[in-house]
């Protein structure tokens, strides 16, 4: 493959392999290769049963293929079966349109909620396999040090909700965001504080058309003091780019007790429709106004991400034509 002219994991300008940003944050400060000891094993039977194995030591959530991996001398590499794993790896997926930019489309995703949104996100960047094909790294944020893990629950699990009491659905279609924003009330005793978090993730998502936020992508973890808070951001990605026409993963969308009123047209989620949303999730007027002004003002860093993205040229004009139309639709208060 070509070597980068951008960091794969912060999209800065002018660097080869990943920046010391990179570095620091993805893999303290240690010198790694963005290049990967291995073929895809979308492409090659090796590999292919070498992330078998791999899969069947570490099954991690998710219906993408996930791999774990650590650091050998410094080098990421297939986590041993006697080896707790501090990294996540996802190769393209297969069967899903524009699967060749799913990767670019998740690192650019994170990388603008957290550079210009400034919102917790895990960190995470691409790699490549020596066949040149894209995956997308993520470091795990459950693992504590070395050896300890913080203890992490998914809305799913709070809620009490599974596929044997809700049907295989159940990630979409049981609850409202205002009812998961009632689970961050219950659960977390600085409520005020995480679901101004979770209020910021959801403007986000619309914004940037990420139809799967679901119950499982949307977790709390344990904090030093023993109480909780909301987990950084993870799998955050344009899913239209991908075919997924959805607006909101939850089916029951942001309200408990839908009002038609609140959407313009009774079907389309506006600026205005988000505003009554944050009033009814328990944040102040002049919190709920600020954020919407932030999120709808124009960042002229979002341009230059995308522009450095490793997606293509084509599919940057595509994810940057959806977001100035979220944007527009953010702007609008008149119902």
């Known amino acids: 493959m070509e070597k980068p002219t951008h960091c794969p994991s912060t999209l800065a300008a002018e660097f080869d392999t990943y920046s010391p940003v990179a570095l620091k944050h993805l893999f303290d400060k240690q010198k790694i290769s963005h290049i990967l000891p291995y073929n895809s094993p979308n492409k090659d039977e090796v590999s292919a049963k070498l992330f078998a194995e791999n899969l069947k030591q570490f099954a991690l959530p998710g219906t993408q293929f996930k ?16 080896k707790k794993g501090h990294y996540i790896l996802k190769p393209i997926p297969k069967e899903i349109q524009n699967s060749l930019e799913y990767a670019a489309n998740e690192n650019l995703t994170m990388q603008i909620a957290r550079q210009v949104f400034k919102i917790e ?25 070395k050896e300890n893990k913080h203890r992490t629950d998914d809305f799913a699990t709070l809620a009490g909700i599974s596929p044997l009491n809700s049907g295989n659905n159940y990630k979409y279609e049981q609850l409202s965001y205002e009812e998961a924003a009632l689970l961050i009330k219950e659960f977390v005793p600085a409520w005020r504080v995480e679901i101004l978090k979770f209020y910021r993730l959801l403007l986000f998502n619309f ?11 949307l977790s709390l973890m344990d904090t030093p003091d023993g109480d909780f808070r909301l987990a950084p951001a993870y799998g955050l990605i344009n899913t239209r780019i991908h075919g997924n026409e959805v607006e909101f993963a939850l089916e029951k969308g942001l309200f408990k007790d839908t009002d038609r009123k609140l959407f313009k047209g009774g079907a389309w989620a506006i600026g205005a429709t988000f505003r009554a949303f944050g009033l009814k999730i328990g944040l102040q007027e002049k919190v709920v106004d600020k954020e919407l002004h932030f999120f709808r003002s124009w960042h002229t860093a979002i341009e230059e991400l995308v522009n450095n993205s490793f997606l293509s040229e084509s599919i940057k004009k595509v994810y940057f034509a959806q977001y100035r139309l979220r944007r527009r639709r953010l702007i609008d208060m008149e119902l």
């Open 67 to 82: 791999y774990s991996l650590n650091i050998e001398n410094n080098i990421l590499t297939l986590t041993p079966p006697s």
């Open 121 to 145: 996100t895990v960190v995470n960047g691409l790699c490549f396999f020596k066949d040149g094909e894209p995956a997308y790294l993520t470091k795990r944020f459950d693992i504590a040090g």
């Open 207 to 217: 914004l940037f058309s990420n139809g799967n936020l679901h119950l499982k992508k």
